[in-house]
């Protein structure tokens, strides 16, 4: 349901200002009043109105006058002016101003109240409008997100599974594995879709703002509050709003937040009454918020809020198998926008990205393509282009062995896996071939594919 229109009305005669103020609130809108142009300039700076009904003669500034000075077309609030029957050339000039509508006086009540809906349809389409073109905009994220590993698999089936309901999703991963892609991603296969996705980080804004940024606040809350502000929540009120950095909050905040969740309503900074709210929370963090809790730092009763549903995103390092797809995404990515060529990577340099370790996950793969394809001459990206940090990676050694580790049972059955998954990758999965350079037969290497359960299929390219 949708809250009932402000809506100012600016007209120098008293009688007219009283008459449409008891006619509108007993329609049900919020009225406020301003006695000529000045006046309502005053009041439109301190707080936003959705609708202005306003007199085109007035003493001191006009309605036009007034018109132009918030912006005309790009006004916040749409204007319908009002001025003496059969002035159509005024009527005229008001449109070509920026004005939405015109009303002849002496106005009949039942005009002015269809001039009003009409407005209101047309604002509502227009914002309609504007989500649906970030929605589409939003989409064809979705089908990008890349992994073929098992695990993102797995996943994806998840994130499938959950994205319907209204439940709180906490999204975990190292930094750069695409925990705002997957956010993203949720709000788009859930029925919110059509709605705001407003994203806030929640360690990027300082701690005294933080609370007004997201429940908004009331003019005079404190002294830079010079107008009302809607806070975030009420932005993405009946769609999805998505908490990045939740580890960040500090616990104060932390307490207000859960009490919104539990409620859903929210209190404005200075205001002594509350508002519900529609709003799914998605919220993400890089830390261990187990620990965060043990050591005292996040709230017990928080984290079991927001850990309703836990999606994991697993570090790059554990799924080299998408390593080679996230390149070719990356590549024709960056050859579309910055029109280059750059058809390929050589074998040399790609095996170097997949033993590479991946400190920064995705968003550090994506860097690097970008850098190799600007600095590419050729048409393949070849070990050169690489940067220093993954071409003088060490090599895989005893020290990837679990400290402690000394059976060597264990250890030789990690070696023998990893050097299959290697050649599965080097090889695109082709199992004759990978067999000859792991130097053993192929019927050894299918028994030893099952016997570690690895899926020679999810290397092929
Ligand atoms: N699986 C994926 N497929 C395609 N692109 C991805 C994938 N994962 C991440 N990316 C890209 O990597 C970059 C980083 O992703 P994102 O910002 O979502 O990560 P993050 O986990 O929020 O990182 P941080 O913790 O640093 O905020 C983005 O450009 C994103 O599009
Ligand atoms: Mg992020």
Redesign the pocket.
């Known amino acids: 349901m949708s809250r009932a229109s402000r809506i100012l009305i600016v007209d120098d005669e008293e009688s007219v200002r009283h008459q449409l103020a008891s006619l509108l609130q007993l329609e049900g809108y919020e009225v406020e009043t301003a006695v000529d142009g000045q006046d309502a300039r005053d009041k439109l700076t301190k707080d936003a109105v959705d609708l202005v009904l306003c007199d085109v003669r007035m003493p001191g500034m006009g309605g036009m006058e007034l018109l132009k000075a918030m912006g005309g077309l790009e006004a916040e609030s749409a204007f319908i002016m009002m001025s003496a029957y059969g002035d159509i050339d005024m009527a005229r000039e008001a449109v070509r101003a920026g004005a939405s509508d015109y009303v002849n006086k002496p106005y009949k009540n039942d005009e002015v109240l269809l001039r009003i809906s009409i407005v209101e349809q047309r604002q509502k389409l227009r914002r309609e409008n504007k989500q649906l073109k970030q929605a589409i905009r939003e989409q064809s994220?979705f089908e990008?997100?890349?992994?073929r590993a098992a695990s993102?698999q797995a996943m994806f089936r998840t994130v499938e599974k959950i994205a319907e309901f209204k439940s709180t999703v906490l999204i975990t991963?190292?930094?750069?594995?695409?925990?705002?892609?997957?956010a993203r991603a949720i709000h788009m296969r859930s029925p919110r879709r059509n709605e705001a996705f407003v994203a806030i980080n929640c360690g990027a804004i300082p701690e005294n703002l933080l609370e007004s940024e997201l429940f908004g606040h009331v003019r005079g809350a404190f002294t830079d509050a010079v107008r009302n502000k809607e806070g975030l929540f009420a932005e993405a009120d009946g769609g999805t709003l998505f908490l990045?950095?939740i580890g960040e909050l500090p616990l104060n905040l932390q307490v207000k937040l859960l009490r919104v969740l539990q409620e859903e309503e929210i209190r404005r900074v200075g205001d002594n009454k509350s508002i519900s709210v529609d709003v799914r929370i998605l919220a993400?963090t890089?830390k261990d918020l187990p620990e965060e809790v043990k050591r005292g730092t996040f709230r017990e009763d928080l984290f079991y809020r927001l850990n309703v549903l836990l999606v994991k995103?697993p570090p790059l390092r554990d799924r080299p198998e998408?390593i080679p797809l996230?390149v070719e995404?990356f590549l024709s990515h960056c050859n579309a926008k910055l029109d280059t060529r750059v058809s390929g990577i050589e074998p040399a340099a790609m095996k170097m990205l997949v033993e590479y370790a991946w400190p920064g996950?995705?968003?550090e793969l994506?860097n690097l393509v970008e850098r190799a394809v600007i600095l590419c001459d050729g048409d393949r990206i070849t070990t050169e282009l690489l940067t220093d940090r993954v071409r003088q990676a060490p090599p895989p050694s005893l020290a990837q062995i679990p400290e402690g580790q000394l059976s060597i049972k264990k250890t030789v059955r990690a070696l023998e896996e990893e050097l299959i998954r290697r050649a599965l990758g080097e090889t695109g999965g082709n199992r004759t071939r990978a067999a000859k350079l792991l130097e053993i037969s192929h019927r050894t290497l299918l028994y030893k594919l099952k016997d570690y359960s690895i899926d020679a299929n999810r290397y092929s390219t």
Do not use: F, W
């Open positions: 994220t990008k997100i890349i992994g993102m991963g190292e930094s750069g594995t695409g925990k705002e892609l997957l990045d950095e993400a890089l995103i998408d996230l995404h996950n995705v968003r994506e």
